[in-house]
């Protein structure tokens, strides 16, 4: 019985080391980025490293700040997901991430009228690009990290 606990602990642990490694990927996604409109997003990790946290916002002139969004890359049942949370929308919109590269991810969800796909490619240390879309349509991004 011992025995049996023990390889449940270890496969556990090797588990959740796993998601933190597929989080970690995702490290060049960390720090503030500014579009010329004047549009941020600003990404950390939460305390245990168990979630990427994302927040889209904007500056206006006189300095005050509007949330616009909120984003989350999670891991759930072995996968992750790339999950958007705006005003308009009665609930937070989970994505599937279906394919990552060293600083690139798309996420997907068919279900929803728009966007279906969301991805990031880091171009350089200081450029970000961000596309969300589906069939017919599709809206592009361009960020500039903020040292």
């Known amino acids: 019985m011992k025995s049996v606990l023990l390889i449940l602990f270890v496969l556990l642990a090797y588990a959740s080391d796993a998601q933190v490694r597929q989080l970690d990927a995702q490290n060049w996604l960390t720090g503030t980025w500014k579009q010329k409109n004047g549009n941020c997003e600003t990404w950390r990790f939460n305390a245990d490293r168990t979630q990427l946290l994302g927040t889209g916002f904007k500056i206006s002139r006189n300095g005050d700040t509007t949330v616009l969004e909120q984003m ?22 989970w994505f599937k991430i279906v394919e990552t590269k060293p600083r690139y991810f798309r996420a997907e969800n068919p279900e929803h009228d728009f966007p279906q796909y969301v991805q990031y490619a880091l171009k350089n240390e200081t450029e970000l690009q961000a596309e969300v879309g ?3 349509k599709k809206i592009k991004f361009s960020f500039q990290k903020i040292p």
């Open 72 to 93: 989350t890359i999670t891991e759930k049942e072995g996968q992750l997901y790339f999950v958007a949370d705006v005003a308009h929308n009665a609930s937070a919109v």
């Open 134 to 136: 589906a069939k017919s």
